[in-house]
């Protein structure tokens, strides 16, 4: 009988965020004080405990508001447990009255929404310590709304650092590799570069492209031909090529430029231009007789298997009079930038001249040259006579040195060496990735990604971020360790459905190192 009083008790507790607002309203009439936590709670353990126990004491009532499952950035596998199971774990405790699940990342429009008296964080965010600034945009939203923000001021205690010590995901290589790297390297020294990136102005030269999803459900072979037969179901599209590397960018410094080609036939420009983000400033070139290339993947929705490719595009060389044109495009313009990141996916826009022109005007020139089934044998770096950053594949570089097996290093070397190139990074899917400078040597940084959805876009997320970080010449080791963490962000998603943003970035690397 006292199970089943506890349980209706604990499921009274458990209301929506609309409702929540209400009942703190009507608390709030009856002259009581409420007192607001919010946080991910992953997974509860004592220190939470006392954190509300605290809070408590500073009010009438105590309600609580968890960040739901898809806002959470704290390492690959979390939330260790379901926002509803989290609310239910937190409505089981005396202390605490009311839970609800957030509607937002962070907790600003919640505080707006339900108004209350006190908002309190735990002292390790004290003193600003809030290594993404949330605290200081949260502070204000409670003065805004005639609250104040207090802090408790128990032990604490890290969810992540014992998750990341006792429940961690990785192989024994991997958590080893994190903790000696965490000793070494400082969270603050880490987010000082994608905090500097904001300071950068930067161009994005490059292809665009359309990324076609078409999913479908394999019904069988025709009766006729030994044909595969599919049902479409659903389709998706998204920007791709230095679009989505813009994108990337965009998130990390409002000074971002992007110079591309389109098609004249099929142009889908207003398209694009509506899944760029507002602070990019696009100038579009555009090509004749050619549509804007569209890579239409089809894909067995269940197994979510990738079944074959079309590519929309003109591979022919441009003409000379295109080739001019773009080349007198960026004339001039190149040395206004502090960052300039070539995305050259090898479908014929950046032709001869307009590489010499970059090397030449570049203040600091970072570049990748993607290898794919349009370009396979005839794509490779050495078309660029010198760079200050090149960012590749595995494959990319072997194809470089025409070596399938032999040790990469020499490769890197090599490579770096020709042209004239202090930062070179190779990535190596779950191998992670191996970075080399000739005053720092060759490091390996391993792979954080567990989740792997779709890889179709890692590789220009990696570039857009680590590019930022060269720039301001970050250790090779951080430049891997930020890309490879940005990699794990990139293959957890659809393609280029969503870009890489500092603040989950921060939040990912900051519970990756505690």
């Not at 992540?160 to 400082?186: C, G, I, M, T, W």
């Not at 857009?464 to 060269?470: E, K, N, P, Q, Y």
Request: hydrophobic share 40%; glycine share 6%; proline share 4%.
């Amino acid at each position: 009988m006292t199970s089943s009083v506890n349980d209706s008790s604990m499921r009274r507790k458990l209301v929506s965020l609309d409702t929540l607002a209400q009942e703190i309203a009507s608390c709030q009439s009856q002259g009581l004080r409420v007192v607001h936590c919010h946080g991910v709670f992953d997974p509860m353990h004592i220190g939470h405990i006392r954190h509300f126990a605290a809070a408590r004491k500073l009010g009438d009532v105590l309600v609580v508001t968890v960040t739901p499952d898809r806002f959470v950035n704290k390492g690959p596998h979390r939330p260790v447990f379901s926002e509803d199971l989290r609310a239910e774990a937190i409505a089981s405790l005396e202390t605490v009255d009311f839970v609800a699940v957030n509607r937002w990342p962070m907790a600003i429009e919640t505080i707006q929404t339900l108004r209350p008296n006190v908002f309190v964080k735990g002292s390790e965010f004290r003193g600003g310590k809030d290594l993404t600034g949330a605290i200081a945009l949260e502070e204000q939203a409670v003065q805004s709304v005639g609250g104040r923000l207090e802090f408790t001021d128990d032990v604490t205690f890290s969810a992540s650092h014992l998750v990341n010590r006792h429940l961690s995901v990785f192989p024994q290589e991997v958590s080893d590799y994190l903790a000696d790297f965490s000793a070494r390297y400082p969270t603050g020294e880490i987010l000082k570069f994608l905090d500097g990136a904001r300071r950068l102005k930067v161009l994005v030269v490059g292809e665009t492209m359309i990324d076609d999803y078409q999913y479908v459900e394999a019904i069988g072979k025709s009766s006729k031909e030994p044909t595969l037969v599919v049902k479409a179901l659903t389709s998706d599209r998204f920007v791709g090529g230095a679009a989505a590397a813009a994108n990337h960018v965009a998130g990390f410094t409002d000074r971002v430029a992007l110079q591309s080609v389109l098609g004249e036939i099929h142009s889908e420009e207003d398209f694009i231009r509506s899944r760029l983000k507002p602070n990019i400033d696009a100038q579009f070139l555009f090509r004749e007789r050619s549509p804007t290339i569209v890579k239409r993947r089809f894909i067995e929705q269940y197994f979510y298997s990738k079944l074959f490719e079309v590519y929309e595009l003109n591979d022919e060389l441009p003409t000379v009079a295109e080739s001019a044109a773009w080349t007198a495009a960026l004339t001039g313009r190149l040395s206004q930038f502090d960052v300039v990141i070539v995305v050259d996916s090898g479908h014929g826009f950046l032709t001869r001249e307009l590489i010499e022109l970059l090397c030449r005007e570049s203040r600091f020139l970072a570049v990748n040259t993607q290898t794919n089934a349009g370009n396979l044998g005839y794509h490779v770096i050495s078309n660029y006579p010198r760079a200050d950053y090149v960012c590749i594949a595995e494959n990319e570089m072997r194809l470089e040195s025409r070596d399938r097996r032999s040790d990469l290093r020499p490769m890197i070397e090599n490579v770096s060496q020709r042209l004239h190139c202090p930062r070179v990074v190779v990535t190596r899917g779950k191998k992670g990735c191996s970075t080399y400078r000739a005053t720092e040597g060759h490091i390996d940084v391993p792979a954080f990604a567990s989740n792997v959805v779709d890889r179709i876009g890692a590789g220009d997320a990696f570039l857009s971020i680590t590019s930022l970080c060269a720039a301001q010449d970050a250790p090779m080791e951080v430049l891997g360790f930020i890309g490879n963490v940005v990699g794990a962000q990139a293959v957890a998603t659809v393609g280029n459905k969503n870009s890489i943003e500092r603040i989950p970035l921060a939040r990912h690397i900051e519970h990756l190192l505690k």
